[in-house]
């Protein structure tokens, strides 16, 4: 990059001290920008740009972002390089791929979007009129597996749509998102957005990456015992005498709190659009939650009797709990740490954070390209159809550059997330830890 005769220079120490939300700077290919008063307008929330305040972000830039994003960032070019700027040859690897891939064209041609579409429809359709005419109870609570697996079908829409146009219309892209999210599945898209960017800016960080954050429920390691601060709650995540209990069979309890895991999703919903943070659209949002509070409820009530209703409502939840605990098992097990997430080891902290499941490609359907988990996470923007296509890359850019590319199968991930569920419950129930106990856990301890 050509660069004026008189430039000034920063240190990366002078860099990082610009790290709050009140001056915020960071540096792209070497150059220095204050996005101080963009923070409130980016579209992808302030968390990752908060996150990665005062480092040089070049790489999640790039993963994040289309080429023409780039003119967005002119005017707020400090005038200012970094000093002493280099890249890693892993960074180096990478961008390359990026450049690849675009030039392949694989990040503009989506495929398989409307074939999903037609299917949930179908779906739906099938749902209603077996409440509506089937002649047997069976048929009628099996309709609300269907109904899970609708779910489950609409979520994959709803996290592609998230991150990347599935249309060529951008406000078609946006009725897509409300309709696969709020209207179907009754979750906000708006906090989804909020939660899934944090999650891959910080991905695996026990106090930044909000999908490690379950307790009193789920801990995957034991330095949620100190009672961590959660960086994107705003909360301490107090490990207290009811968390130790529930914790200390969190590899029992797993598969069961999975089935009922969308009445958090829902809690979350409502907690976000009913809060003082900004949501874009906040109005539409509320109303496609409203319409699937309507649609949904009335569904069921069309059951003949109790008995049926409440089948079907556990059977649609459960049937949407396989996707939960596919959620889990791409990053429950595989590596953690504490504190800020870092933009110059991109690639290192993405391949660390997660784990791949391996499966015939006639089964990317059932996975919806969380299959690929490495492969996404280094290239969000890039449309699940091409995730197999550029897996051959990817784990050639971990072999030379000594990066982890963990893939097992299904099974094995299972087992591997149990592993770790249980591994920091036989630590839980260590009593040597002092935490406050109460009657509960003395009674159900006191025998071993």
Known sequence: ????????????????????????????????????????????????????????????????????????????????????????????????????????????????????????????????????????????????????????????????????????????????????????????????????????????????????????????????????????????MKFDSFSRLLVSYQHWTFYPVMCFARLNLFAQSFMLLSSNRKVPDRGTEILGLIAFWIWYPCLVSCLPNWGERILFVLASFSVTGIQHVQFCLNHFSAKVYVGPPTATDWCEKQCNGTLDVSCSSWMDWFHGGLQFQVEHHLFPRLPRCHLRKISPFVKDLCKKHNLPYNCVSFWKANALTIRTLRDAALQARDVSNPVPKNLVWEAVNTHG
């Not at 963009?38 to 579209?43: M, N």
């Not at 070019?77 to 892993?90: K, R, W």
């Not at 892209?173 to 209207?183: A, D, T």
């Not at 957005?193 to 930044?208: C, E, G, R, T």
Request: proline share 3%.
């Open 1 to 236: 990059m050509a660069e004026p005769q008189s430039t000034n220079y920063i240190s990366r120490e002078e860099l990082s001290k610009h790290n709050k939300p009140q001056d915020l700077w960071i540096s792209i290919h070497g150059k220095v920008y204050n996005v101080t008063n963009w923070l409130q307008y980016h579209p992808g929330g302030a968390s990752p740009l908060l996150n990665l305040a005062g480092q040089d972000v070049t790489d999640a830039f790039l993963a994040f972002h289309p080429n023409h994003a780039f003119n967005r960032l002119q005017p707020f070019f400090t005038g200012s390089y970094l000093a002493n700027h280099n890249v890693s040859e892993a960074s180096r690897d990478y961008r390359n791929l990026l450049s690849t891939f675009t030039r392949m064209g694989l990040f503009d041609h989506n495929r398989g979007v409307l074939t999903s579409l037609v299917f949930i429809f179908i779906m739906f359709c099938l749902c209603v009129y077996a409440v509506l005419f089937a002649q047997t109870g069976l048929v009628r609570v099996g309709s609300g597996a269907l109904m899970g697996f609708l779910w489950i079908q609409s979520g994959w829409i709803g996290h592609d749509s998230g991150h990347y146009k599935i249309v060529s219309s951008k406000k078609l892209n946006r009725v897509l998102q409300i309709l696969s999210g709020n209207v179907l599945a009754g979750i906000s898209i708006g906090w989804w957005k909020w939660n899934h960017n944090a999650h891959h800016i910080a991905v695996n960080s026990l106090d930044f990456d909000p999908d490690l954050q379950h307790l009193p429920f789920f801990v995957v390691s034991s330095r949620f015992f100190n009672s961590l601060f959660s960086c994107f709650y705003e909360r301490i």
